[in-house]
């Protein structure tokens, strides 16, 4: 069966996560995975691509990013918005089993020992670059990219196609409460 | 004349952001303004507020932001994308008057001496926080807001409301090389 999900380039993975979308954060360590939603990540460099992301301290996601220094960052759907919202305001802390309550399932890419979430539109493997001040003092993440897909659905020849797509496609961006956009129409400077 | 420019309470101010708009960057020292176009903003905490910025040590913006500690972080339209491209692809390194060539204007808001961007459907007026490690090794910037606006046609109420307001108010999202996707429909979770 053919397989939609390729290899992006990491010269061009920024463009994954440029316009901005809500994301979902994923960990593993020690047999343990979790999943949560962010909307403050954001690219940091074009080669070797890193990003950053805004980890709370009270999210398990977070003891397992730096327990295993690896983390996914991933762009949802708006048909997973509801997922999103769910992974987003539940915890791990409190239900063990969140992920399945969710219907979260994950799956492999490439060799790395991480969780990638399943139905997803793109999927950046980061290695957490060490910056305790910044960890501490801002809850902010360093990533460095060092692998990256997408479903070729949606995402081909180096860029997002939504215009094309099946609206289900689109990336979500969260604004408060719940409340989200999908991305919209594709604009061009002259 | 009615003005439809109104202030948005600190606590609020992520939501200005927080759906990953492409900004525009503004900065004054000594006599001298410029804007830049940045994809690379994000909020990072919520009260008081505070935001990630990446700018470039090419970019003329950056000098007058390490130089005053101020700058601002305001959301173009629609209307705005060609000015948008052009004041990110061009630099007051090598056109000094650049700002007047593009045909931006600029206006005061609130008392502080910082270049509000005309047209922008918000506004946050940031003090930086020095972090010469962040800013050296990642040109990642981190500012906290001390004032913000917005323009109550697209923005009230604590929100935005792009699906009610004219196309021409939505927020844009760069990709690369001057394209872009306008923000769309308005989703809720149940």
């Not at 397989?3 to 960990?27: E, Q």
């Not at 999943?35 to 009270?58: N, S």
């Not at 048909?79 to 799956?107: I, M, W, Y």
């Not at 659905?153 to 939504?162: A, E, K």
Request: charged letters at 20%; proline letters at 5%; a negative charge.
């Amino acid at each position: 069966m053919h397989n939609p999900i390729k290899p992006v380039s990491l010269d061009r993975a920024y463009r994954l996560i440029n316009h901005g979308p809500t994301v979902l954060v994923s960990a593993r360590h020690d047999g343990v995975d979790d999943v949560m939603a962010a909307a403050w990540v954001c690219a940091l460099d074009f080669d070797p691509p890193k990003l950053t992301v805004v980890l709370d301290k009270i999210t398990a996601t977070r003891v397992l990013v730096e327990r295993s220094g690896l983390f996914v960052i991933q762009v949802p759907t708006v048909a997973q918005l509801e997922l999103t919202h769910q992974v987003g305001t539940r915890s791990l802390n409190d239900e063990p089993a969140k992920l399945a309550s969710v219907g979260v399932e994950c799956f492999g890419l490439g060799d790395h020992d991480l969780p990638f979430v399943a139905g997803c539109s793109a999927w950046l493997a980061c290695r957490l670059i060490a910056e305790p001040h910044n960890q501490q003092a801002y809850d902010l993440f360093i990533g460095e990219v060092i692998g990256a897909w997408a479903d070729s659905r949606v995402f081909h020849d180096g860029r997002w196609h939504f215009e094309e797509a099946d609206p289900a496609w689109r990336s979500i961006h969260h604004v408060a409460g719940g409340h989200f956009y999908g991305i919209g129409e594709a604009l061009g400077s002259k």
